[in-house]
């Protein structure tokens, strides 16, 4: 069968799953787009609009595979904004000419555009979100409209807010706040109740399922009217007829307004933004790991944005919360974006009337829930132990967005973060004379294992970040990666946080993804994701170590060994070998030695020249020390160098009957009789027969190494079974 036929089998056969992730997310998709609408003051069906448009526009011509398209959380501050400044119609214009945008941010590929923010500082424009939602809308859950100009205005009334409430003596308002408790307890305590049944239901629909109920239960159980006060009422949800007639007409003639553009510039940074950080996060929950093409994506939003805006809807953008409900309900492709919009359109043609009887205040918990947990104290909590700078950054970026603005917020929290960085390092140059430097190498290693091998040197932050990240989006993932940052002077949270992102996609895919080097490296936390700056010779390494010395460690207490980071400088024992003639070794450090045991690994550091020719090498070498006295010599893989190096009078000893291990084997060494003696059948057959690996003999021990970088746990493993296995061997002859 054909791969095209086989791609159309496969969608047919995953349809089912995806019209019931589809309709899932559909229930959350209502009550959200109608709150979100609300919450920016925009009529509630300009929310459904966004999410109906969104899923049809972007599920057919998007790059992405399991993502939904909708109204986002995080333009509701700058909806507000536009909205109270334009009115309405011109808003409506502005979020069109923000979808053009965002189409040519997609025509001239300026996906990486989300590469360039700090995750500290995004975090924190994101917590701002949060804290603008929550504060905004906490008092209307409360049923206690209030009008304030400054949002940090809005949070210092919440107390005032609760004490009103529960001071209330009209009847209306005190059903109206009970309404927006309940629905808020809903959403804290849902997810606590583990009952698959029950589960089925999202717990937003369960607040609409209940609000809808109680009005039910007065209007034909009691015959009596909704006791909630009518102010507090969704207004009335217009048929698809009314919303036809009511598509607004649009008017260019204020569009060169410096707030237009303003609010315009706003819209498109946040969006973009917003639906970037959302596909890098939903392609990481894609069970199948599959790479969204995100130009083509934000082409596809953007071109949904220009629809929703003529037809009187908000903003579309890539949603997280709702993608994560899709995944979870077993969404394999972009069909399950459509079935949402799907479903949302045979809801508002079957039931609109029936959305009227959903109070505001149920409605806002919802968002309320949400601006939560994007400013939820863990976050802070979290951001403080990867470090203290960190928590400056994401607090600069907070403030700023609250006090001013969004995109002034951004801008201090990418501000701030250089300068810290800056500061860190106690150096102006490293960035800026290095910032147009290639700082990103990248080969497929001629080896066995046909590693592809990345080398960052200089710096890497999230200034040139996208240089590390087109290489690597170009490897498949289930091949094997290692990324040395050995002679990268500084490594930024950002980058760190995103090379733990690629070793759980590597892993999940059957690939390997090592990150090797950071070992010379300082940091003021054990968090993985901790920023690294080079130490200076001199500094003593803190007891913080990396990923890779954890797993050295774990790995010495598999082989009963002991395990030490520190640096040693007594290296006597490697002066013997042929290959340190010409070099000076600084230190050995990552040791892993037994006592009983002859068989010692370590990381080394040497130099080969001097001045300005001086060049410093990081690699990983196994000693073996031998009990007999065995000839010296030295054995690599023969390549074309070797067979030169015959020409200018160095001779290759070959070894009688086995003319293969002669012509793969470049076997170096002073008493050729005894080396031919020394590579028996069983030694020679034991090289044959196993990776390649450069092999000295100093007459009393053996140093081995695989490349002159160093090894990936990986190739530790290797080295250490392929060292002790040739003891063995050498033992036993």
């Known amino acids: 069968m054909s791969p095209k036929k086989n791609k159309i089998k496969d969608f047919f056969k995953a349809l089912p799953k995806n019209i019931f992730s589809g309709f899932v997310v559909s229930l959350i998709a209502l009550p959200l787009g109608l709150g979100l609408a609300m919450a920016s003051d925009a009529p509630p069906i300009a929310g459904i609009i966004a999410a109906i448009v969104g899923g049809i526009v972007v599920s057919i011509l998007g790059g992405s595979h399991v993502t939904i398209a909708g109204p986002g959380n995080g333009l509701v501050g700058v909806l507000l904004v536009a909205i109270s400044t334009l009115g309405l119609e011109n808003a409506y214009i502005a979020i069109i000419f923000s979808g053009l945008l965002l189409m040519g941010l997609g025509f001239f590929r300026m ?117 909630i006060s009518k102010e507090y009422m969704i207004s009335g949800i217009p048929s698809i007829q009314n919303i036809i007639a009511d598509i607004p007409i649009p008017n260019f003639n204020n569009i060169w307004t410096l707030s237009f553009w303003g609010s315009v510039l706003a819209l498109t940074l946040i969006s973009s933004i917003e639906s970037l950080l959302s596909i890098k996060a939903v392609d990481k929950l894609d069970p199948e790991k599959r790479r969204s093409n995100v130009n083509k994506d934000l082409k596809a939003l953007g071109l949904a944005t220009v629809g929703s805006g003529f037809l009187g809807g908000l903003n579309v953008v890539t949603v997280i919360a709702r993608s994560s409900v899709n995944v979870n309900n077993g969404a394999s492709n972009r069909s399950s974006n459509f079935f949402h919009a799907t479903f949302l359109v045979l809801f508002i043609v079957l039931f609109s009337t029936q959305l009227t009887r959903i109070p505001l205040p149920a409605l806002m918990a919802i968002l309320v829930y949400t601006g939560y947990k994007l400013a939820s104290p863990s976050v802070i909590t979290k951001i403080f132990s990867i470090g203290k700078e960190q928590l400056i950054i994401f607090f600069v970026t907070l403030i700023v967005t609250l006090k001013i603005g969004l995109i002034t ?15 860190i390092n106690k150096s102006f140059g490293l960035f800026f004379r290095n910032l147009l430097k290639p700082n990103v190498l990248m080969f497929k290693e001629a080896s066995d294992e046909n590693n592809f091998y990345v080398s960052v040197k200089h710096f890497c932050s999230f200034l040139n970040y996208y240089r590390l990240k087109k290489q690597l989006d170009a490897v498949p993932e289930n091949e094997d990666v290692i990324v040395d940052f050995s002679m990268c002077e500084f490594v930024d949270h950002t980058v760190m946080e995103n090379m733990h992102s690629y070793q759980e996609l590597f892993n999940k895919r059957g690939g390997h993804f090592d990150v090797i080097g950071l070992d010379m490296h300082d940091t003021d936390s054990k968090h993985p994701f901790a920023l690294r700056r080079m130490l200076p010779v001199p500094k003593i390494i803190k007891n913080n170590l990396t990923r890779r010395q954890t797993n050295m460690e774990s790995l010495a207490e598999d082989y009963k060994y002991n395990y030490s980071s520190k640096k040693e400088k007594e290296v006597s024992f490697l002066n013997n070998f042929q290959f340190f003639s010409t070099k000076n070794v600084n230190h050995i ?145």
């Open 589 to 733: 450090y990552n040791k892993l030695s037994h006592k009983e045991s002859a068989i010692c690994m370590f990381d080394i550091e040497f130099s080969e020249g001097e001045f300005i020719a001086k060049e410093v090498v990081r690699s990983t070498m196994l000693y073996i020390e031998l009990n007999d006295d065995i000839p010296k010599f030295t054995l690599d893989k023969e390549g074309f160098l070797e067979k030169v190096s015959a020409l200018a009078g160095f001779k290759d000893i070959d070894i009688e009957n086995h003319d293969d291990f002669s012509d793969r084997f470049y076997l170096q060494g002073e008493n050729k009789i005894a080396i031919s003696k020394f590579f028996n059948d069983d030694v020679t057959h034991f090289f044959e027969s196993n990776p390649y690996y450069h092999v000295e003999s100093n007459g009393k021990a053996l140093l081995l190494f695989g490349k002159e970088r160093l090894a990936s746990l990986k190739e530790i493993k290797a080295l250490f079974g392929f060292g002790k296995r040739l003891k063995e061997v050498i033992i036993s002859t």
């Open 111 to 227: 996906g990486t555009l989300a590469d360039f923010f700090p995750s500290s500082a995004i975090q924190g424009m994101l917590a701002a979100i949060g804290l603008i939602i929550l504060g905004k809308q906490f008092h209307i859950m409360l049923a206690h409209k209030i009008q304030r100009e400054d949002t940090v205005d809005y949070l210092f009334e919440i107390p005032f807010s609760i004490n009103d409430a529960i001071h209330y003596e009209n009847k209306g308002l005190i059903f109206a706040a009970l309404a927006g408790v309940i629905s808020l307890a809903i959403m804290l305590f849902y997810s606590k109740i583990r009952n698959k049944y029950l589960q089925l239901i999202p717990a937003p629909m369960w607040i609409v399922i209940l609000s809808i109920g109680f009005s039910y239960y007065f209007e034909l159980g009691l015959h009596q009217p909704n006791p």
């Open 409 to 423: 917020g951004i801008i201090a929290g990418v501000i701030a973060t250089l300068i810290i960085h800056i500061v």
